[in-house]
């Protein structure tokens, strides 16, 4: 049964599955009509690749595991697609040492692992990881024997990591333990040791390939810090990573795959808005106001209102069109704030997102005027690498510049969200700062909000001042204190 061995859990097999799931793999190889496999890894590759489709591209993907493979490489053009040239095992997984890493520090593996990014800004170099995950000729190379595997975790609330690095560390963190120094440093040298084998990943494949742009997917993908170090290199010309890079895009990377062997040549995508909509005059953003019974107004120009509630310190609920595809809030499923100050970042996560002070903001930032504020000479529109913010800049953007120097941009222009870029435009015309502090409409441990019943609920449990759905704009009253 190797070809259902993705969805099972590493060192399981057929027999170990329950018998639900054996009943309708059976049914399904005995009674569906013949269709052309595709792996794990294979569906990230094309998911990278046809969303951004250029000559000279080599892809790469990795992740945790899939398929019983943990990253596989290629190269891809217009006329044979992707081609995959070699791969990873299970037992040889950056995603699984930073998963391994996430749980030791006392998050959650598998969802967490943007925590320890953020966390290592805080940390200095005092830990050697490179015993656990190192550079090699041959791209990398992790000790498994770090992982936990006897008896594997079934769970992600057990523990990943094995009895090995607690000795060469101490003693781990437990879920909802203070974060000291040493944790600060251990989430240093995980971020650092994960730079340093992607860069010899990724100047491995190069040199076997000749080619200079990388299309990147895979959940390691989404590592934003790593991704700037790799596009800094002076070997890459460009460097794509795909939006929904974890296995929320295997369904895109499957489609595209099989749109090319069929024939076709698939056209990749202009954005990535293709959730539900709710547009500007939507009868269910009405019919869900009504039903609450909150008093609300219509406006024709609600950027503009809500740019100038953004420069009087105002902390704005934004809910327009179809939602995001992919982990990052775009501009239409997102909580706005005044970037310029420190203060603010503090502000935003005591009164609305109540989550770790140590984890920074996102700057959507009109794309015409980003490489005035970080250094960047490219668009970067879905939030998947991280730049610096210039230096003279860094005080005009304290909301939303990291302890590291660093930003996750997003670019955003006027024909891609003409909304949001009406939004920051006049936020602009108000401040002279042609960029906003974006972050994700929603409270620490729950999804983004999708309908307008939830963006509702989330703005009467919160500190927010203002919601705006659509053309719908709900405000608060709030009595200054004696």
């Known amino acids: 049964m190797n070809d259902i061995d993705g969805i099972v859990h590493p060192g399981e097999t057929y027999d170990d599955m329950p018998g639900r799931i054996r009943d309708y793999i059976t049914y399904y190889f005995g009674h569906c009509p013949p269709v052309e496999m595709i792996n794990h890894q294979m569906a990230h590759l094309a998911s990278a690749y046809f969303h951004a489709p250029a000559d000279d591209t080599f892809v790469l993907s990795y992740d945790a595991?899939?398929?019983?493979?943990?990253?596989?490489?290629?190269?891809?053009?217009?006329?044979?697609?992707?081609?995959?040239?070699?791969?990873?095992?299970?037992?040889?997984?950056?995603?699984?040492?930073?998963?391994?890493?996430?749980?030791?520090?006392?998050?959650?593996?598998?969802?967490?692992?943007?925590?320890?990014?953020?966390?290592?800004?805080?940390?200095?170099?005092?830990?050697?990881l490179t015993v656990f995950a190192k550079p090699t000729a041959d791209g990398y190379l992790v000790d498994s024997d770090f992982i936990r595997s006897d008896p594997a975790p079934k769970s992600r609330l057990e523990p990943y990591y094995s009895q090995k690095l607690v000795d060469l560390l101490g003693e781990p963190r437990r879920l909802g333990e203070p974060i000291d120094e040493r944790l600060m440093d251990v989430a240093f040298a995980t971020q650092q040791a994960l730079e340093a084998c992607a860069i010899s990943l990724v100047e491995m494949i190069q040199k076997k390939t000749g080619r200079s742009r990388l299309a990147l997917a895979g959940g390691v993908g989404l590592n934003c810090s790593a991704n700037l170090k790799l596009d800094r290199l002076p070997t890459l010309n460009d460097l794509f990573v795909q939006p929904a890079s974890s296995d929320r895009g295997l369904a895109l990377g499957c489609a595209y795959h099989g749109a090319f062997a069929a024939g076709d040549r698939p056209q990749p995508l202009s954005d990535v808005y293709l959730g539900p909509s709710s547009s500007a005059a939507d009868d269910t953003i009405k019919a869900a106001l009504d039903l609450t019974g909150m008093a609300f107004r219509e406006s024709d120009a609600p950027g503009e209102e809500v740019g100038?509630?953004?420069?009087?310190?105002?902390?704005?609920?934004?809910?327009?069109?179809?939602?995001?595809?992919?982990?990052?809030?775009?501009?239409?499923?997102?909580?706005?704030?005044?970037?310029?100050?420190?203060?603010?970042?503090?502000?935003?996560?005591?009164?609305?997102?109540?989550?770790?002070?140590?984890?920074?903001?996102?700057?959507?930032?009109?794309?015409?005027?980003?490489?005035?504020?970080?250094?960047?000479?490219?668009?970067?529109?879905?939030?998947?690498?991280?730049?610096?913010?210039?230096?003279?800049?860094?005080?005009?953007?304290?909301?939303?510049?990291?302890?590291?120097?660093?930003?996750?941009?997003?670019?955003?222009?006027?024909?891609?969200?003409?909304?949001?870029?009406?939004?920051i435009k006049a936020f602009a015309n108000e401040t002279g700062v042609p960029s906003v502090m974006n972050t994700s409409f929603n409270i620490k441990g729950q999804p983004i909000v999708e309908t307008p019943l939830e963006a509702i609920s989330t703005f009467a449990s919160?500190?927010?001042?203002?919601?705006?759905?659509?053309?719908?704009?709900?405000?608060?009253?709030?009595?200054?204190?004696?």
């Open 65 to 128: 595991y899939g398929d019983r493979l943990s990253g596989a490489y290629g190269i891809a053009d217009s006329e044979k697609g992707v081609e995959m040239l070699g791969s990873f095992p299970n037992s040889n997984s950056l995603g699984m040492f930073y998963a391994t890493m996430t749980s030791y520090l006392g998050f959650m593996p598998g969802e967490d692992e943007f925590k320890v990014m953020g966390l290592a800004a805080y940390g200095k170099e005092k830990y050697d």
């Open 462 to 482: 919160t500190g927010l001042d203002a919601l705006v759905m659509g053309n719908f704009i709900v405000e608060k009253q709030r009595t200054p204190r004696a």
């Open 308 to 423: 100038r509630w953004l420069a009087e310190g105002k902390i704005v609920g934004w809910f327009q069109g179809r939602s995001e595809f992919g982990p990052r809030a775009l501009g239409n499923r997102s909580i706005l704030a005044d970037p310029r100050s420190v203060e603010m970042k503090d502000v935003v996560n005591a009164r609305v997102k109540f989550r770790e002070e140590f984890r920074p903001f996102a700057p959507a930032t009109l794309e015409e005027e980003a490489s005035t504020l970080f250094e960047m000479s490219k668009p970067s529109p879905y939030m998947t690498k991280a730049f610096p913010v210039r230096e003279e800049k860094k005080a005009t953007l304290g909301g939303v510049t990291h302890l590291n120097g660093t930003a996750r941009v997003q670019t955003v222009s006027a024909e891609s969200n003409p909304r949001f870029h009406a939004v």
